[in-house]
């Protein structure tokens, strides 16, 4: 032991069977310290990975006093720059909670450097776009501790990170027929009817529908405002400033509207469209109640597993079926991303809109649809 020590210098290299890597372990200013060397594919024995030892200790800096640890840095990110949108706020807390914080919360900002981090992301049981994401979070922490000046303004480190796999789907997005949609909608009772048609004709994102309100309806004028989300039964903006829309609604589809409008027992301009019983109309259905219900309703029309983002993949598959143009499909599902170009440049005449969006509804409510 003496002399693999003299050998190789102090502190010592342990593989961690549970993770599958190789970390070193050393003290500094008589704190102990932790590095990850890398997986066990990459160095597969420990003079490997002594070897690559060497090449880590250049990556060390020296701690400053001012520079503050992980744990506490967050602890002031909270404050001062988390995103205030809740649902965002609850998949930042999720990161740090179960990943961030455990590895690497007592080590100081400084030592979350492009190598280690790398290696350290690669041996978490998590999808690749959840890599992306939390990778994405250490670098909002790093750009948060250059802008409040406790490290030098410099490079992100976190630039050099690659993840590999990151715009791979793990599950393929579900999109269903005709056929499958009307047998899964002949099993479900109201609200839920209502509900699966509204997200289907519109495209809308579950947190949309069950934010919407009977004063969002423009009975006169046939418009329908999407203007908020609610997400764990707190209420918000829509996912984004271009999600924050108008659109028309079919005159059919006012007549579904009006049905549950006089059938349900909360029907004023100030109520929720699906608001819940249990909750004496205070707030609308749970999104977990909404998700077992159709996941059941799935499961009796023997279609498979579905869940509530499967009518926004539905309705964007319809508007292909019906030939929509894809700058029409682009401003009806509401998208900032597909091409900028066509956020600026692309835009279309109001009549189109209307003629793709009631394609649409004659396929949800069974009626005879006749292409351009």
Not at 305 to 327: E, F, K, N, Q
Request: net charge positive.
């Amino acid at each position: 032991m003496r002399r693999a020590r003299k050998r190789y210098g102090h502190g010592s290299v342990v593989f961690d069977k549970r993770r599958g890597v190789w970390n070193y372990l050393y003290r500094e200013n008589g704190t102990r310290r932790t590095k990850v060397i890398g997986a066990l594919r990459d160095f597969p024995s420990r003079v490997a990975a002594w070897a690559a030892v060497e090449t880590i200790k250049r990556t060390f800096q020296p701690i400053s006093a001012a520079v503050p640890n992980v744990r506490l840095l967050v602890a002031q990110y909270r404050v001062e720059k988390m995103p205030q949108r809740h649902s965002t706020r609850l998949g930042y807390e999720a990161w740090l909670t179960n990943h961030i914080l455990p590895r690497w919360g007592d080590s100081p900002i400084t030592e979350l450097q492009a190598r280690p981090v790398e290696l350290w992301i690669h041996t978490l049981s998590i999808s690749p776009k959840s890599r992306v994401h939390v990778r994405g979070l250490i670098s909002a922490l790093w750009d948060y501790a250059m802008w409040r000046g406790d490290v030098e303004t410099q490079r992100n480190p976190m630039q050099l990170v690659t993840i590999q796999g990151a715009t791979k789907r793990l599950r393929k997005p579900r999109s269903l027929t005709v056929e499958e949609f009307q047998r899964f909608l002949s099993r479900l009772g109201e609200p839920f009817r209502t509900m699966a048609l509204v997200c289907v004709c519109f495209g809308l994102r579950i947190s949309e529908c069950l934010a919407l309100k009977w004063s969002d309806v423009d009975w006169l004028n046939g418009k329908l405002r999407i203007e908020r989300g609610i997400v764990r039964q707190h209420v918000g903006a829509v996912k984004t400033a271009y999600s924050e829309k108008q659109m028309s609604i079919d005159n059919e589809f006012l007549e579904v509207l009006k049905n549950w409008k006089q059938r349900t027992q909360f029907g004023g301009d100030a109520d929720w469209i699906f608001a819940s019983p249990v909750k004496l109309g205070r707030l609308p259905w749970s999104y977990p109640n909404v998700w077992r219900v159709f996941r059941n309703a799935a499961v009796a029309a023997s279609i498979g597993a579905l869940g509530t983002h499967a009518m926004r993949h539905t309705y964007r598959s319809w508007l292909d079926a019906v030939g929509a143009p894809i700058t029409v499909q682009q401003k009806l599902m509401r998208h900032s991303d597909i091409k900028t170009t066509l956020n600026i440049y692309g835009d279309v005449i109001t009549n189109e809109m209307e003629q793709a969006g009631s394609r649409v509804v004659g396929l949800a409510l069974n009626r005879k649809v006749i292409a351009n």
